[in-house]
């Protein structure tokens, strides 16, 4: 796990809980600046509107999985509501096991609770080795663990994280059950709008857009800023907008930073042909990945392209 360090200390820090989630392992990689208090929420809109309420500093949520795609929840809730911004992310290797009460067999297993997610992420194990066990759904993959370690519950078994069998005591059934074992989810800390990030020249800007209208070739238009400028998107996902059926807006993480000449001017281009631009903020890559800068649109190009540019308006050769 590889997190960023340059967000300023904060005292508060929301996150999915219970602790011995992938979220809770996520905050503890963000390192010494993620310590203070931590509060744990129910569900992503819950720790989002306890950020927007100014009832935590920040939280930590999930953004994107490689098995599964983009987390809808996160996605939906940023793209909506008062802005927030992203100031750094972390990639958490996810590992599965299936957890149970001390005492119990795999055999006895009928019924396994974890959250959605992560049963996406196991269920072709699951299909091969207990096939005739039902999906009971949970608010996390640690309190499928905590509440076996409270009683009887309507499932046998759960997936979780390693970690959380260990914290609530339970017996591990099988190990490494994940049907993709190079799976990695990746997450991002919010915090409400101020100074952004300085660039580091390994950074990423995630953004959302909205279409004026819906029109042929209007995905087109909006990915143009981008390539005509030589920037790499990292994501591209189309979101809902819930406002009328065929009404969809457009996330997307793309490579650099809102301060270089490229990104912005990108930016710019996106701001007058869009209805709206969120901007999510620019921030460091956890894997350090620095971008590759194509020949001409590099913050020099641009700057001697602006000079012409004025000399032209001005009358100066």
């Not at 260990?166 to 997450?187: N, Y």
């Not at 270089?260 to 631009?277: F, H, P, T």
């Amino acid at each position: 796990m590889t997190a960023s360090t340059s967000l300023t200390p904060t005292k508060r820090f929301g996150f999915l809980g219970p602790e011995g989630t992938f979220t809770s392992m996520a905050l503890d990689a963000w390192g010494p600046s993620a310590q203070g208090e931590r509060v744990t929420f129910g569900s992503v809109d819950a720790a989002l509107t306890a950020l927007r309420a100014g009832s935590i500093d920040a939280a930590m949520v999930p953004i994107e999985n490689s098995v599964e795609g983009g987390v809808s929840a996160t996605l939906d809730a940023l793209a909506s509501g008062d802005p927030l911004v992203v100031v750094g992310e972390v990639l958490v290797p996810v590992t599965f096991v299936l957890a149970a009460a001390p005492g119990t067999t795999r055999d006895a297993v009928r019924a396994v609770g974890t959250h959605s997610h992560a049963w996406a992420q196991v269920r072709g194990w699951i299909g091969e080795n207990i096939p005739d066990a039902v999906y009971v759904p949970t608010l996390s993959t640690a309190s499928a663990a905590e509440a076996l370690e409270q009683g009887p519950q309507p499932f046998d078994a759960a997936v979780c994280a390693p970690a959380a069998a260990r914290l609530h005591g339970l017996e591990v059934l099988a190990e490494g059950i994940g049907d993709m074992q190079a799976a990695v989810t990746r997450f991002v800390l919010v915090a409400r709008p101020g100074v952004v990030p300085e660039r580091t020249g390994a950074d990423k800007t995630t953004v959302v857009l909205f279409q004026r209208d819906d029109h042929a070739g209007g995905l087109l238009a909006l990915l143009e800023q981008f390539a005509a400028r030589g920037i790499n998107m990292t994501r591209l996902e189309s979101r809902p907008t819930k406002e009328s059926m065929g009404s969809y807006c457009f996330s997307i993480d793309l490579e650099g930073h809102v301060l270089d000449e490229r990104v912005g001017e990108a930016l710019m281009g996106l701001k007058r042909i869009c209805s709206e631009v969120r901007f999510l903020g620019s921030y460091p890559r956890a894997d350090q990945q620095r971008a590759t800068i194509a020949p001409l649109t590099a913050d020099d190009d641009f700057s001697a392209a602006r000079e012409w540019l004025t000399g032209l308006r001005t009358g100066r050769p």
